[in-house]
């Protein structure tokens, strides 16, 4: 067989997409980051084909080209926990602790929801995170079937899980597996599922053991809340004599592969807990809203000592007010270096890493998504370096992490298909949502009614 | 007298600018930040002439007439402490402690700095603060004739103080006198000076109360680094029996005016020594370069109950990276809510509050910017909120702090003239400045030579 087909009487196959001219961002075989001048990246089916030289693809045929002259190629970012539709919830509850954003604004609210508020809550929430260079988002909500029909209508990747609570009864853990399984594999791949039950402190221990064999029964992951919070944990030990983290081991739910959300309340038990998990372990660090909250940030160090995959997320935009991924690279960066009192510690070149294979791995992407690799999806961005605040590059990493913002990301593309070209949303009419989520809006916030979907006392 | 004059023939005089359509950032009489809808901000020789309804601005003759509508009219930022040539440095030295950071890399590159390096890097940084939302920002630096030829080109406004150490012997003093002499009131007024010791490790006791009489006999305000860091206080108190603040006091700083940057090192006696200072104290904040090199954070909590303006920065590009005052406004909300871990604290509004009026009182320019007042300069910024990442709106200030970006900021106006719309710079042409940097960067940053301007031992 000769290594590749031979050129037809017109010649090779036109590729489906050549970005060429770019700086490419690349992962040498350590995992660290590195970065190639004057490159292309050629995308056929959907795939990563090559990254070549500029030279090279020259006079390579391609049904469409991107001059990508002044900007870096590199994975498109990866948000890994969130909730979408909360977009339509961005700002209703500022200034609270934890407690009174939940019981007193968010879960009364939520009582409330609707199919349309949660499709044009996650609608907006796509067009924001597009716009900031996110090509893969794990969500955890309700109505998930909208979420679903979003993603697969907008050209996103997403992992999803239907959140569910032990005060529901079988019913919620049940309607989580329906939608894992119903949805799986859906929009050509580009949606995977999870079991979602919300966190320790809202479904008992019975139903993390039965969460956790229906993981395993259909080859399913979890993603799940725990140890937000110190309190939350203290509160654990005090009530139960065991962390967040201890319970998830206890439900068999580190026998699974788990996505655990926050997890600023993890201890150094804990650490040595995840890292000895037979099943693949993420968690997802999303540092604005800890700061907001006026909480410790994810333990990242440790984690990454333990071989845990940190990866990077923005919570929802109810409490984060944004789904700038972006924002959180340079946070992850900054806040590691200020909780470690360590300028040394969580470099430029790390915070790259957490943003591309280390949030593959936490949503169970790893292989398929998070590097310029040949054979991984073409989900990619282009980052515009020439604007007065990224000039002059004396260090790429840097100019990337702590220079560039999301707004310098001009084009995202997913499965080879272009969603934002030149910073032009290719697949949402954003006034459109805005307009009539506006006029939704008095009857999502009412309160009067005094009922909630769930108590916090974390 | 009349109250003004009758109109001409030809009806009232045209004014110079309305921008009509917006909603207005405007402060009450308690400083508190309020938002007017539908309103116009009408300018007249440079002034805000009247903040009044969009209907009643429709039929006045202007000049020129910008169409807000979905922006929000607010006061220009003002960058209180940064050091606009080291653009030029921007990333070259990176996740170091501060001693390495200064005395392996910045003070060697700097006895490098020619008057033309000094220039290219304030341009960057004035094209930068432009398109971030700046209209005006204190500067400490060297060669500072050719920043202020920059400032005058380019249509900011600025406080200019050229930096001196006790190393230089009485002539460091006398050029920063001399240069502040010199460009007070230039510019149309748009320049102010002040003298610029540069911090009480690298100046010593004799020449601060130098400083101070020089400021006293020439009604100059001093702007000056202290307590930048926690170990700066301890080094301090343990050679020479005092905190870098109380040395401001018994060199008599605190009797004149005088701006502070950083003080994260500020003690509470500090702060009770900044509360009982007779002249006007302003301390400059710029948290993400605390974060960075992993120090405490200013004390703005206790420097505001002690009545001390704080206003925002974001220190030189080559330790913050950027110049984005729009982030130093959300850092400092978020930060100060982690570091007294109280989500109540440090509001949206009191941010826009430190963003606008406080930067004002701390750079010396209280009544004439920092808010859209009849009377004062007419220094403001457009910022669009129709993006996918600012809908829908809930809570503005919140929005505004904690959803919107420096890149949401679409006109800069300052004294009336349009520096920036719609996103384009109108007074810059960055890729030709960006060019003629790179070519000089390798001259410019050779440490071969293996002096340097300074040592730090802070």
Redesign the interface.
Known sequence: MPDAAPPGPGGPEPADLVVTGCTALVHGEDGGIGFTEDAAVVVRGGVIDAVTSAADAAGLPAAERVDARGQVAMPGLINCHTHAPMT?????A?????EEWFNDWIWPIETNLTERDVELGAM??C??MI??GVTCFADHYFLMDRVAAVVADCGLRADLGWAFFSSQGPAGRERSLEFALRWRGAAGGRITTSLAPHAPYTVDDADLAATADLARDHGLPVHIHAAENREQTEASLARHGRTPVEALRRGGLLDVDVLIAHGTGITDDDVALLGRATGRVGVATAP?G??????DTTPVRALSAAGVAVGLATDG?ASN????VWESMALT???Q??A?????WL??RQALAHATTHSARAVGLAGRVGALTPGHRADLILVDL????T?????LA??LV??A????VVTTIVDGRILMRDRR?LT?D??G??AE??AR?PAL?DRAHGRRIQSYDG
């Open positions: 339509a919830l961005r700002g209703v500022e200034e609270l602790p934890v907006l929430a067009a924001e716009r900031g604005r800890y700061l907001k909250f006026g909480w935009a007010n944004s789904l700038d960066a900054l806040v270096k200020s470690e009192r360590d300028p040394r470099t430029a020439t604007g007065p605040h000039q002059p590059v004396h260090d840097a100019t702590h220079s913002r999301a707004a310098d949303l949402f954003v006034p949502i805005a989520l506006a809006l916030t």
